[in-house]
């Protein structure tokens, strides 16, 4: 701890610098395309950079993949099906999914940093969370792949095929595990497809499979931008198309793969409530709040977006919450101290902003935590609006950033009638002391997840997914592996 300036009061104490090192981190400049067990250049010679939004320093050059290269992957993961995986003895497929997982604990350090510096995340939070629970969902569908007759006793399991797989910036390492270890599991073969501002993990996760010897062709990752992912939706002999991404482009790739036949899961956005009852354990709640929204910069598909406070405790809720907010640390995501890490991108920034602009112009009375915002890099103050109605844009629109909107409500009636008013489904949050509660709460509301007296936890083992514009199908557990299969 470091001694900050004397105030008149007393002694304000601050933490010490603690960066994380990247001095283990040896990073190409250029990155190539992981087709058929090996980095090939794209077909177009073109590649594009990935930066670091908490410095804006490029980090690499990635390969741009276009219809060409999709094309190889495609074919590559075909022969690989056909050949291979889906005649490979299920204990045998296990062992290369284990052998994924084991070398990513080796190397966990090294993808928590690249995470960090990609992302903008904290490294909190990629070192504790997305990392370990990546990791963990490689050896809890490894479990699964030679025990498919009992995941569905009584059926006959089929693998679907040849998987096309598309994720988000939010979580990239541990999206790219949600889709491809319950693919290969069940038997099918991956042709998967990162963000463009988040591409590095997953080309690590490329080393990674290719040291594991997987087959060639079993898993394929191919960078680009949106017209790439198209390329996968619209290729004739993908089977199935798993999708994480913004509700916009989901509604394009279910109309584009509509009467093809193929399946699909689509995990979208969300505007998800967090439910505060009068009778909460209110410190807990408070961290709830915090949690639930501040977390990886807001940008979580299932952030609890929008608070319900019982009218009869939101004056202490308000007053802690802000209190809470003005200790939280922004700044450098290297530094293990910090809680609130930088934006993913300028785009993302400018979105976070626009709407915080529109909040004030409703007539919204906003809060921002009191933190000192880097002069380099991408940063937003933790927010919150009080003053706003059902109608306002902010409660309505997902912002995927810091900012939370602040409602009240009287009765369980009312609070169920306003959280299920919403184009969303993906999740919910309900903090009440009374067991009672939480179950009359948890049937009326309209979400895939629903989490009391806790947020944001997530496990390999429980299915994830929404409901209405927050997509269909679920990823984890055993609904997640029964995406994959055909049951006859
Ligand atoms: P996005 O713009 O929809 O992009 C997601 C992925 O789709 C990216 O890889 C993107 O490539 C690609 N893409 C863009 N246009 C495409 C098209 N026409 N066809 C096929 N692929 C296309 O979403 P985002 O801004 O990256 O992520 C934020 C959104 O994801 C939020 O709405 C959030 O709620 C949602 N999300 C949902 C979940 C969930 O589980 N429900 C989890 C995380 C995030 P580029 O990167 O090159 O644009
Ligand atoms: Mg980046």
């Known amino acids: 701890m470091a001694k900050k300036k004397n105030t008149q009061a007393a002694v304000e104490w601050d933490y010490s610098p603690s960066p994380e090192s990247t001095s283990h981190i040896e990073l190409k400049s250029k990155y190539d395309l992981y087709i058929d067990g090996k980095f090939v250049k794209p077909s177009s010679g073109k590649y594009f950079a990935s930066y670091n939004p908490a410095t804006e320093e490029k ?118 595990a949600w889709k491809i270890a319950p693919a290969l599991a069940a038997g099918n073969t991956v042709v ?20 594991a010897g997987l087959p060639p062709g079993v898993v394929n990752i191919i960078t680009g931008y949106g017209d790439t992912g198209a390329a996968i939706v619209n290729h004739d002999d993908v089977d199935k198309i798993a999708f994480t991404g913004s509700t916009a482009v989901g509604k394009i790739i279910q109309k584009a793969i509509a009467g093809t036949g193929k399946k699909a899961t689509l995990e979208l956005g969300g505007k998800s409530a967090n439910i505060i009852m009068d009778d909460a354990p209110i410190d807990q709640a408070v961290e709830g709040i915090i949690n639930g929204i501040f977390f990886n910069q807001g940008h979580v598909c299932c952030a609890g977006s929008r608070l319900f406070v019982q009218e009869a405790v939101v004056d202490i809720v308000v007053k802690k919450l802000k209190r809470r907010m003005d200790t939280l640390i922004l700044g450098d995501p290297l530094d293990k101290n910090t809680d609130i890490g930088a934006i993913n991108s300028k785009e993302q920034l400018a ?57 009240t409500f009287r009765t369980v009636d009312e609070v169920i009638q306003k959280a299920n008013n919403t184009p969303y489904g993906l999740a919910a949050g309900v903090w009440t002391d009374k067991g009672s509660r939480i179950f009359n709460l948890t049937t009326k509301l309209r979400a895939g997840v629903i989490w009391a007296n806790t947020y944001n936890k997530f496990d390999p083992t429980s299915p994830f997914g929404g409901y209405k514009e927050s997509g269909f199908g679920r990823e984890g557990g055993l609904h997640g592996l029964s995406a994959y299969v055909k049951l006859k």
């Not at 590559?76 to 997982?101: D, G, H, L, Q």
């Not at 998967?192 to 040291?211: G, R, S, W, Y």
């Open 59 to 176: 980090l690499a050059d990635v390969a741009y993949a276009n219809e060409k290269d999709v094309d190889k992957a495609v074919k590559a993961a075909r022969k690989a099906y056909t050949n291979v995986w889906s005649k490979m003895e299920a204990s045998e497929r296990a062992k290369y999914i284990f052998r994924i997982a084991r070398i990513m604990q080796e190397r966990s350090r090294e993808l928590a940093v690249v995470e960090t510096l990609d992302a903008g995340k904290t490294i909190r939070e990629s070192r504790d969370v997305d990392v370990p629970l990546a990791c963990n969902h490689f050896f809890y569908y490894a479990g699964w792949a030679d025990k498919l007759d009992y995941a569905f006793p009584n059926r006959k399991v089929e693998p679907l095929g040849v998987a096309g797989q598309i994720i988000p910036w939010n979580f990239p390492l541990l999206m790219a």
């Open 351 to 407: 979105v976070i902003n626009k709407y915080i602009k529109i909040g004030i112009d409703e007539g919204a009375e906003m809060y921002q935590g009191k933190c000192v915002i880097p002069e380099k890099g991408y940063y937003c103050p933790p927010t919150i609006f009080t003053d706003v109605a059902q109608s306002s844009t902010i409660v309505q629109e997902e912002i995927f950033g810091p900012v939370l909107t602040i409602q």
């Open 192 to 211: 998967i497809k990162p963000a463009e501002t988040t591409p590095l993990t997953a080309l690590i996760l490329a080393e990674i499979i290719h040291e």
